[in-house]
């Protein structure tokens, strides 16, 4: 029963995609299960760099079975674009499967998301404007329409006229902009429904069998633990729960199905959007490790906020996400600096704070505590196994691995496939 949970431990864009990627090599399925296309998960297989926002990372192996789950929400023009792109580049796509239970972000979703960005004005959570949050907000108001109304004519027809009443509304009487036209929306999403029901299906099911087969089942997280809604740095977050725990809910299997928790961990800090970040680097580090790392968002093309590695804030995602080990990517970005600090606490009005704070306004104040410590200043990308790894390498991953007290599984040192070093294998076999 391999089943195996990979988390971003920061704020997004840790490399899940790569480390997914390179173990799907094992897998037989690969499930998304947060989350909708506010993601953007890069993938480089030879000279090819694939950007995937929602379709599973898993999608490059032939044969191997992928699953969109009940717990993401789909906007379908998106999904429909993604099959082509994919297809476009000779990517075979029939093994997706696609939760009949998930949600769909709907044209009013992206222009709420928008209008609430704008309304908000400096105080904006900065979100990509893909309709994640008013998706979500129908899904828990029990209002959201589902993939499987889609595939019902008049469910569909029934369940759009109702939300277009109640969002017309808003749009033109609160927001005071025009609504959406029923006709528009019906023929438009009817087209692809058409493109997209033969992959629909109760994906719960499916995820079910594999487990009982005993096959290798790998649940693909998108965002990061920081941007949780409950557990991250609120509300500058999102609307779904990039944690562990949301595996189960949102693909459809227990927590006894899980078998290991793995957290994948940027060997700095980065962030896009808004919201406090104690060891930003707003200088010239940060703009270094920006161009070293192409720190530019995926699906935004924002530039990255960037900062030392906050052991403190991966204590914290170990915590809330029962991390079995972890998976540092981006190691060979550092490859370059002399000095390289490590934030292993927090100072707040004067005191050593144990625990990741729930205040924005204490995490606001709170003073990084760092250690130093030599740079390698030597390139890593070529580097296959860690004994290979340069000394002050290897003491900068070990240091990591005893603040947080989990171990390192995996250390990636470039984009590509082949440029991964595995300490622990994930998959027996
Ligand atoms: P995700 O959202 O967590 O999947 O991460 P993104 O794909 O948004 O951002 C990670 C970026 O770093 C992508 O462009 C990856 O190709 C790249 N990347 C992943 N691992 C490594 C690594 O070890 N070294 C370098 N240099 N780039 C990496
Ligand atoms: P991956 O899976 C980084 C951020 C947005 C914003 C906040 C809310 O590639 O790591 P939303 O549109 O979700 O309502 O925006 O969350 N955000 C991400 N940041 N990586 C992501 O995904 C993100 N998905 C959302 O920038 O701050
Ligand atoms: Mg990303």
Redo the contacts with the bound molecule.
Sequence with gaps: MPAVVLI?AQ????G?GKITDYLAQRADVVVRYQ?GN????TVVVGDQEFKLHLIPSGILYPGTTCVIGNGVVIDPKVLVKELDYLKSKNINTDSLRISERAHLIMPYHIRL?ELEEERKGINK??????G??PAYMDKAARVGIRVIDLLDKDEFSEKLKRNLQSKNNLLERVYEVKGFDFQEIYSEYLGYAEKIKHLVADTSVIIHDALDEGKNVLFEG???TL?DLDHGTFP????SHPVAGAACIGAGVGPTDISKVIGVVKAYTTR????PFPTELTGEMGDLIRNIGHEY???TGRPRRCGWLDCVILRYAARVSGLDSIAITKLDVLDQVEKIKICVGYKYNGQELRNFPSSLKVLAQCEPIYEEMDGWLEDTTHIRSYDELPENAKKYIERITRLIGVKSAIIAVGPKREQTIVIDTIFES
């Excluded at 704020?11 to 840790?14: K, L, R």
């Excluded at 506010?38 to 998960?41: D, L, V």
């Excluded at 959570?125 to 893909?130: D, E, M, N, Q, V």
């Excluded at 896009?272 to 919201?275: S, T």
């Design positions: 971003g704020w997004g864009d840790e899940k989350g506010n993601a953007g998960h998301d959570i900065g979100t990509t404007r893909k994640i949050g998108a965002q990061g941007l500058y977050v999102t609307s896009v959007g808004e919201g968002g995926t699906t």
